[in-house]
Protein backbone atom coordinates (compact mmCIF):
# COMPACT_ATOMS: atom_id res chain seq x y z
CA UNK A 1 0.00 0.00 0.00
CA UNK A 2 1.42 3.71 -1.06
CA UNK A 3 1.98 6.20 1.84
CA UNK A 4 -0.83 8.90 2.41
CA UNK A 5 -0.05 12.06 0.63
CA UNK A 6 -1.81 14.88 2.22
CA UNK A 7 -1.17 17.28 -1.23
CA UNK A 8 0.70 16.64 -4.20
CA UNK A 9 1.46 20.35 -5.66
CA UNK A 10 1.09 21.26 -8.93
CA UNK A 11 3.56 23.68 -10.78
CA UNK A 12 0.19 26.08 -10.88
CA UNK A 13 -0.39 26.26 -6.93
CA UNK A 14 3.63 26.81 -6.84
CA UNK A 15 3.07 30.02 -9.47
CA UNK A 16 0.01 31.35 -8.22
CA UNK A 17 2.04 31.61 -4.70
CA UNK A 18 4.37 33.33 -5.94
CA UNK A 19 2.61 35.89 -8.11
CA UNK A 20 0.04 37.97 -6.12
CA UNK A 21 -1.19 39.11 -9.41
CA UNK A 22 -2.57 35.31 -10.17
CA UNK A 23 -6.29 34.81 -9.79
CA UNK A 24 -5.24 31.99 -7.12
CA UNK A 25 -3.22 33.68 -5.34
CA UNK A 26 -5.08 34.20 -2.21
CA UNK A 27 -6.46 30.22 -1.91
CA UNK A 28 -2.42 28.58 -1.92
CA UNK A 29 -1.19 31.61 0.42
CA UNK A 30 -3.75 30.17 2.87
CA UNK A 31 -2.89 26.76 1.57
CA UNK A 32 1.32 27.34 2.17
CA UNK A 33 0.61 29.21 5.41
CA UNK A 34 -0.55 25.90 7.25
CA UNK A 35 1.00 23.21 4.79
CA UNK A 36 -0.53 19.86 6.06
CA UNK A 37 2.10 16.84 7.09
CA UNK A 38 2.93 14.91 3.83
CA UNK A 39 3.57 17.45 0.56
CA UNK A 40 5.38 16.13 -2.52
CA UNK A 41 6.28 17.60 -5.45
CA UNK A 42 8.09 16.75 -8.47
CA UNK A 43 11.34 17.52 -9.51
CA UNK A 44 9.78 18.22 -13.05
CA UNK A 45 7.33 20.27 -11.27
CA UNK A 46 10.01 22.62 -10.07
CA UNK A 47 12.12 22.51 -13.28
CA UNK A 48 8.60 23.67 -15.28
CA UNK A 49 8.49 26.64 -12.66
CA UNK A 50 11.59 27.86 -12.73
CA UNK A 51 11.46 28.02 -16.73
CA UNK A 52 7.89 29.94 -16.12
CA UNK A 53 9.35 32.49 -14.29
CA UNK A 54 12.75 32.77 -16.43
CA UNK A 55 10.16 33.30 -20.15
CA UNK A 56 7.78 35.24 -17.97
CA UNK A 57 9.87 37.75 -16.08
CA UNK A 58 13.78 36.96 -15.97
CA UNK A 59 16.14 34.79 -14.10
CA UNK A 60 16.44 37.25 -11.08
CA UNK A 61 12.60 36.03 -10.29
CA UNK A 62 13.23 32.30 -12.02
CA UNK A 63 16.23 32.11 -9.00
CA UNK A 64 13.80 33.90 -6.66
CA UNK A 65 11.31 30.87 -7.20
CA UNK A 66 13.88 28.19 -6.38
CA UNK A 67 14.32 30.26 -3.40
CA UNK A 68 10.68 29.89 -2.30
CA UNK A 69 11.03 26.30 -2.58
CA UNK A 70 14.24 26.15 -0.64
CA UNK A 71 12.27 27.44 2.06
CA UNK A 72 9.67 25.26 2.00
CA UNK A 73 11.33 22.38 3.88
CA UNK A 74 7.55 20.89 4.58
CA UNK A 75 7.61 20.14 0.36
CA UNK A 76 8.98 16.89 -0.56
CA UNK A 77 10.58 16.98 -4.10
CA UNK A 78 10.46 13.57 -5.35
CA UNK A 79 12.86 13.12 -8.26
CA UNK A 80 11.98 11.46 -11.51
CA UNK A 81 13.58 8.77 -13.18
CA UNK A 82 12.97 5.59 -15.35
CA UNK A 83 10.14 4.33 -12.81
CA UNK A 84 8.15 7.57 -13.06
CA UNK A 85 8.67 8.09 -16.37
CA UNK A 86 6.99 5.01 -17.44
CA UNK A 87 4.02 5.60 -15.06
CA UNK A 88 3.27 8.66 -16.37
CA UNK A 89 3.64 6.84 -19.89
CA UNK A 90 1.18 4.59 -19.00
CA UNK A 91 -1.05 7.92 -17.83
CA UNK A 92 -0.33 9.71 -21.18
CA UNK A 93 -1.80 6.17 -22.68
CA UNK A 94 -5.01 5.95 -20.58
CA UNK A 95 -5.53 9.61 -20.68
CA UNK A 96 -4.68 9.99 -24.50
CA UNK A 97 -7.59 11.83 -25.55
CA UNK A 98 -6.33 14.50 -22.79
CA UNK A 99 -3.88 17.47 -24.07
CA UNK A 100 -1.38 16.12 -20.64
CA UNK A 101 1.92 17.37 -20.34
CA UNK A 102 4.56 14.54 -19.20
CA UNK A 103 4.71 16.81 -16.04
CA UNK A 104 1.10 16.63 -15.60
CA UNK A 105 1.25 12.74 -15.94
CA UNK A 106 4.14 12.41 -13.17
CA UNK A 107 1.92 13.62 -11.14
CA UNK A 108 -0.67 11.99 -12.09
CA UNK A 109 1.16 8.55 -11.73
CA UNK A 110 2.52 9.87 -8.00
CA UNK A 111 -1.38 10.41 -7.24
CA UNK A 112 -2.52 7.61 -8.59
CA UNK A 113 -3.06 5.38 -5.81
CA UNK A 114 -6.13 7.70 -4.55
CA UNK A 115 -4.27 7.60 -1.71
CA UNK A 116 -4.20 12.34 -1.88
CA UNK A 117 -6.25 13.90 -0.07
CA UNK A 118 -6.13 17.38 -2.11
CA UNK A 119 -4.11 18.06 -5.18
CA UNK A 120 -3.08 21.91 -5.39
CA UNK A 121 -3.41 23.23 -8.72
CA UNK A 122 -5.58 25.21 -10.85
CA UNK A 123 -5.32 22.73 -13.66
CA UNK A 124 -8.11 20.44 -14.14
CA UNK A 125 -6.49 17.74 -15.86
CA UNK A 126 -4.96 16.99 -12.68
CA UNK A 127 -8.45 15.79 -11.62
CA UNK A 128 -8.51 12.75 -13.32
CA UNK A 129 -7.49 10.07 -11.08
CA UNK A 130 -9.94 11.19 -8.86
CA UNK A 131 -7.85 13.60 -6.17
CA UNK A 132 -9.62 16.85 -5.51
CA UNK A 133 -8.71 20.10 -6.46
CA UNK A 134 -8.21 22.60 -4.06
CA UNK A 135 -9.43 25.44 -5.94
CA UNK A 136 -12.53 23.27 -5.94
CA UNK A 137 -12.79 23.09 -2.42
CA UNK A 138 -11.25 25.55 -0.62
Not at 39 to 50: C, I, K, P, Q, R
Not at 92 to 99: G, P
Not at 126 to 135: K, M, V
Amino acid sequence: MAARIDAYVDTSALIAFADASDTYHPVFRRLFAAPPSVVVTSSLVVTEGHAWFLRRFDRVRALQFLAMIDDMPFIDVRPVGTPELQGATAMLRRFADQDLTLVDAVGLHLMRDGHVTSCWSTDRHLGLTGAPLAIHTA
